[in-house]
């Protein structure tokens, strides 16, 4: 059998414990990357020491092993990237196509977070600012999944964007495009929650010459009272005894059908049976899970 020339990832952030929403969201990257044969990488965005929770990596690791998620390859740590992105932020940098910030946050009070390009033409030297990238005035749009046609214009709704910040670390979209591009990233398979930011990176892509992935956005999961899902409400850790049941809630919010049978499987024996119906289009463009369902 051919190998799939799909590569799909998951990318956690070690700020904390992955969470029920973290489960249905690696375990959809997962099942559309071992649906079709192809491969699945785990690559850890740990590019902002300063919110790292203590001992979260490991856990992540653990969480994912213990749950049947298993990846291939090496796991990619972006804190042992910084040399690649600095040579792209250099490169930008030289070429125009980025300059130095030295606007704080209160001076960009009320611009409701669109920058209004105060620095573009400023000339400021690199130390001490933050790296923005000059965006055109152009409409970027793409075709997801889930989610449908989306389009943003950068200049109107985002702005020149950071690329490394003032204290030196590199931003989360300057660096997910690098990697993505060379891991060979083909699938991206992620959040709802970054769906507007996917615009910019596609910029970036153009501008590298990269390729460009197709995507698939899961919906955030709202409870019934409306609130998000996520580390700072009501999300516990994901338990390693409840790994079975968990699993078979995070397929029923993906809207994938389940057997009863299944409740007393193994882990591995329910993936084995998700990823052979695994239906990307039965996938909501809104989640909401039943409060039974969250515990």
Not at 62 to 84: C, I, M, N, P
Request: glycine content about 10%.
């Amino acid at each position: 059998m051919t190998p799939s020339p799909y590569v799909g990832r998951f990318a956690p952030t070690p700020s904390g414990f992955l969470h029920f929403g973290s489960l249905v969201a690696a375990l959809a990257s997962w099942l559309d990357a071992r649906a079709v044969g192809g491969r699945w990488l785990l690559r850890m965005e740990d590019t902002d020491p300063p919110r790292e929770m203590p001992g979260a990596r490991d856990a992540i690791l653990h969480t994912l092993e213990g749950y049947g998620l298993k990846w291939d390859g090496e796991v990619v740590f972006q804190s042992q990237r910084h040399d690649a992105y600095a040579e792209v932020v250099e490169r930008l940098f030289r070429q125009g196509l980025a300059y130095a910030c030295t606007c704080s946050r209160k001076q960009l009070e009320g611009s409701n977070g669109i920058y209004p390009g105060t620095c573009r033409n400023a000339g400021h030297a690199r130390e001490g600012a933050a790296i923005r990238l000059r965006v055109p005035e152009l409409t970027y749009r793409f075709s997801d999944r889930v989610q449908g046609e989306f389009a943003q214009h950068l200049g109107r709704e985002v702005g020149d964007f950071i690329i490394q910040r003032r204290d030196g670390l590199y931003a989360y979209q300057l660096a997910v495009v690098l990697d993505d591009a060379w891991q060979g990233v083909t699938d991206i398979v992620r959040g709802a929650d970054l769906l507007d930011n996917t615009p910019r990176q596609l910029y970036l892509q153009e501008l590298l010459g990269f390729s460009q992935p197709r995507y698939l956005h899961i919906p955030l999961i709202i409870q019934p009272d409306g609130h998000k899902l996520g580390k700072s409400y009501r999300s516990p850790p994901l338990a390693p005894e409840q790994a079975t049941p968990l699993l078979l809630r995070a397929l029923r919010a993906l809207g994938q059908a389940t057997d009863p049978a299944l409740e007393g499987a193994s882990p591995g024996e329910v993936l084995a049976v998700a990823r052979q119906q695994w239906r990307p289009d039965a996938i909501a463009s809104r989640m909401t899970v039943p409060e039974a369902d969250l515990r």
